[in-house]
């Protein structure tokens, strides 16, 4: 993929804006630097503290964690190494942007030094 933008085309209304909130929210943490790659985009400090797959109606936030997180909100869990795991989270609406996602991901942030 050759920019962000790119991915959005012909998906559902909205979920650019829900892309771009979650961005800035991020962005709180300290810089973050949106690396476009093949099948999602990276959002990075020193290294990729999460991942943003876009899908038709919904993104799938799969973010850096150092243990499992016991959520119904994950979808996915998977051990990437003995102390790394990647969370994966469905987003939709601008609500599943509160305050549990928010401390994943600086929890996340904060993994990517």
């Known amino acids: 993929m050759a920019s962000v933008d790119e991915y959005f085309i012909g998906k559902a209304d909205g979920l650019r804006t829900l ?4 961005v800035a929210l991020a962005e ?3 810089p973050v630097e949106q690396d476009p790659k093949k099948t999602s985009i990276h ?3 020193a ?4 991942g943003v797959a876009v899908r038709k109606g919904h993104l799938v936030l799969t973010v850096k964690s150092d243990r499992p997180i016991d959520s119904s909100r994950v979808v996915k869990s998977k051990q990437t190494s003995v102390r790394r ?3 994966a989270v469905r987003l ?3 609500r ?3 305050a549990e996602l928010r ?7 904060e993994l990517s030094i």
């Not at 892309?19 to 979650?22: A, H």
């Not at 401390?103 to 942030?109: D, E, L, P, S, T």
Request: glycine fraction near 14%.
């Open 19 to 22: 892309y771009d909130r979650m």
């Open 47 to 50: 290294t990729a503290f999460a």
């Open 28 to 30: 709180g943490f300290g």
């Open 43 to 45: 959002l990075n400090r």
């Open 92 to 94: 939709s609406q601008m």
């Open 96 to 98: 599943d942007l509160g």
């Open 85 to 87: 795991f990647h969370q």
């Open 103 to 109: 401390g994943w991901r600086k929890a996340a942030y």
